[in-house]
């Protein structure tokens, strides 16, 4: 994700299904409004966000993300452990609990479970509210940043696509079980 080339970067087109009026939309780094920073990391943005192998956080959209990268140079900063291969998973636990803890609050200086407290607080007053709605907890946010660690460093595209043509072939050589008819004989 993060660690794939620059010239990886710039050939990743990322598409949006369309749902009913709205059509499919398709979006790429080199024809986005996003900056030089969220360009290189781009790869991060989608997996960190929630991508098919990561899971997504609960009302927090990939614009939300983006939006959080882009005007927090600290926070920029802050993830760009996730580039380096050498990282420990508690630097990257941590990059991760201050990278969620500014989308939900703004500022990555508050620990994930004062975060979801605080969150939980002001939701007793709501008539309605859902837990899933509250931050991830430092246990969870950790699990979530090591896997888009692993998956970042570890997960190629060429790898994808292999395991994917393999998957493919495996299933067109797959034929009827023949067995059942010598049974009704």
């Given at each position: 994700m993060g660690s794939a080339s620059d010239?990886?970067?710039t050939n990743v087109y990322l598409m949006k299904p369309g749902r009913g009026k709205i059509g499919t939309a398709i979006y790429s780094p080199n024809e986005s409004n996003l900056s030089e920073p969220s360009?290189?990391?781009?790869?991060?943005?989608?997996?960190?966000?929630?991508c098919d192998s990561t899971s997504a956080f609960f009302r927090q959209g990939?614009?939300?993300?983006?939006?959080?990268?882009?005007k927090n140079p600290g926070i920029q900063r802050t993830?760009?452990?996730?580039?380096?291969?050498?990282?420990?998973?508690?630097?990257?636990?941590?990059?991760?609990?201050?990278f969620i803890a500014a989308v939900y609050s703004g500022a990555s200086n508050t620990t994930l479970n004062d975060l979801r407290l605080h969150h939980f607080e002001k939701a007793l007053s709501k008539v309605n509210f859902s837990?899933?709605?509250?931050?991830?907890?430092?246990?969870?946010?950790?699990?979530?940043?090591?896997?888009?660690?692993?998956?970042?460093?570890?997960?190629?595209?060429?790898?994808?696509?292999?395991?994917?043509n393999e998957q493919a072939d495996m299933a067109s050589d797959i034929t009827p079980d023949d067995t059942d008819d010598d049974e009704e004989a």
């Open positions: 010239s990886q970067v360009k290189k990391q781009l790869l991060f943005l989608y997996a960190f966000s929630g990939k614009t939300k993300f983006v939006n959080t990268f882009e993830v760009s452990i996730f580039m380096d291969q050498n990282a420990t998973p508690d630097q990257v636990a941590d990059a991760g609990a201050r837990l899933a709605s509250l931050p991830p907890t430092a246990a969870a946010a950790r699990q979530h940043s090591l896997r888009v660690f692993l998956q970042d460093h570890y997960t190629s595209f060429d790898e994808e696509v292999d395991i994917l």
